[in-house]
């Protein structure tokens, strides 16, 4: 075979076996759990793989009960998955190994390489994976993660349920901070792959093989070198266009650039390119994994605003001049609504004090349940308006209500709004009281059964006008006509 059909075969394998192998070899498999290294063996068993794992360690005869191999080629079957430990220059021979043993896939955990300060190491193991079977994750990266087939680079008992989130990243512990994070606001992950310093398996192959996936929905990336140029930046559209693709650049400043160099070896070229052309890719980029779980879940939850005219329903003259501003500088548009709703609107409320013209200012009677439900209902209707904003302080619920049980009460009230409504939906509630932890405890009740109602929460309002801003703008990136 030709040299550039090897390579074409090579880059198009399918990357099934690295989240779904059936077989994994574990380099450098120590019975002792040690701080420099990821026990990835015990975790593997901890978390119910359901495949076959070998420990592969010449200086013990077992780790954890299993027998351990000395090398790749004592093992009996077949091996998908490789996941080397061992210290950067004991890396070479191993990835020989598994070249000639025929591993699908080989995920170094092991830094040192360019990022270290050793390009030579990264571009000696790239060279002798090049004309092999062999596919390279990272190195400098803690692989695969998907709950169905049982892989993890976490200790947990059994990962997380499914869900239809992919994520890439070149950084291992964003990688586990941002599954922590989004699962504690109900996102749960497909997949997530931590790739390092992508010395051959590459970000945009990555997401190419997640836009294929049936079962992700939505993608997420942590990306701080985006190598392929051209090839990179048309995988990014094609992507885009088929599924909403979140994206956060690392080393986007002069100091940024220096650390990402130091921590995967990425280099800030491509940054100019980036900051001019990455909106025009459809991509919908964010400044931190706050934003990108803001982001995520906003899109498996809400259809994407047709325009950025927000229509606000707020309890608060202040509030409601604070949220127009912010809605301003963020480019959302706060447009009047029509007479005749505003005439409707008035019909529930006294002229004292309140507003109808958007911000509808509800003052007090916001807090009677039929005429806030009445109040949204009607501002959504409004032809000027596509998207809901509402604002709600809680510590009013529990100054007003105490007795009551005012978390389930206000979340069965807006899941009722939300199913009636055809514009999407967004509540802010502020963190005001940060002492009284009985009150915390109920405020983050309420957010967590919003969510569960698919109803986005954010604790600012500039957070949640960005997410409208850049879900609003994708829809526009997607059908440019409307």
């Known amino acids: 075979m030709k040299k550039a059909d090897q390579d074409f075969a090579r880059k198009n394998l399918s990357l099934h076996k690295l989240f779904y192998p059936e077989s994994i070899a574990v380099v450098g498999a120590s019975p002792e759990v040690k701080g420099d290294r990821f026990p990835f063996f015990q975790a593997l068993l901890r978390s119910g793989f359901s495949g076959r794992v070998y420990p592969l360690n010449p200086n013990v005869p077992e780790v954890a009960g299993r027998k351990a191999f000395s090398c790749l080629r004592e093992i009996p079957e077949p091996v998908d998955l490789a996941i080397i430990t061992l210290r950067a220059p004991h890396v070479p021979p191993i990835v020989a190994d598994c070249v000639q043993k025929g591993v699908r896939f080989a995920v170094i955990f092991s830094s040192g390489f360019t990022e270290g300060g050793h390009p030579e190491l990264e571009e000696e193991i790239k060279a002798l994976v090049r004309r092999g079977p062999t596919r390279l994750v990272g190195p400098n990266c803690i692989g695969p993660y998907c709950p169905e087939s049982g892989l993890t680079f976490i200790m947990e008992e059994k990962p997380q349920e499914s869900g239809n989130v992919g994520f890439v990243s070149q950084s291992g512990g964003h990688s586990i901070t941002y599954k922590t994070l989004a699962g504690s606001r109900g996102i749960h992950f497909n997949k997530i792959l931590s790739l390092g310093n992508q010395c051959d398996l590459t970000v945009h192959e990555v997401l190419r093989y997640f836009a294929e996936d049936p079962q992700i929905r939505v993608i997420c990336a942590y990306v701080e070198q985006a190598r392929g140029g051209k090839e990179f930046s048309k ?197 005001l009281e940060q002492d009284k932890f009985e009150f915390i405890t109920k405020r983050q009740e309420l957010v967590q059964k919003l969510r569960q109602n698919g109803i986005p929460v954010f604790p600012t309002i500039d957070r949640a006008a960005r997410v409208l801003f850049r879900l609003q703008r994708y829809r526009k990136f997607l059908h440019p006509e409307t």
Not at 252 to 281: C, P
Not at 300 to 317: A, K, M
Not at 337 to 363: F, Y
Not at 407 to 421: G, N, Q, Y
């Open 235 to 431: 995988t990014l559209r094609e992507v885009a266009r088929r599924k909403p693709l979140i994206i956060m650049k690392g080393g986007a400043t002069e100091v940024g650039a220096r650390a990402a160099f130091s921590h995967t070896g990425a280099l800030a070229s491509y940054s100019q390119i980036w900051q001019k052309a990455i909106h025009q890719l459809g991509v919908i980029l964010v400044d931190d994994l706050e934003e990108m779980a803001d982001a995520t879940f906003s899109c498996l939850t809400l259809d994407l605003p047709r325009s950025p005219r927000v229509g606000i329903v707020v309890v608060g003259g202040g509030s409601s001049v604070e949220m127009t501003d912010v809605c301003g500088r963020n480019s959302l548009e706060v447009p009047i609504l029509e007479k005749a709703t505003q005439e409707k609107i008035a019909r529930n409320i006294p002229e004292a004090n309140t507003s109808c013209k958007n911000p509808v200012d509800l003052g007090f009677m916001g807090f009677f349940p039929e005429v806030y439900r009445q109040s949204i209902l009607l501002t959504a209707a409004d032809p000027n308006i596509d998207v809901l904003l509402l604002y709600q302080i809680t510590e009013y619920f529990q100054q007003f209500t105490p007795q009551t049980d005012w978390p389930a009460k206000v979340a069965a009230e807006m899941a009722r709004i939300r199913r009636e409504l055809e514009k999407p939906l967004v509540i802010v509630i502020p963190p």
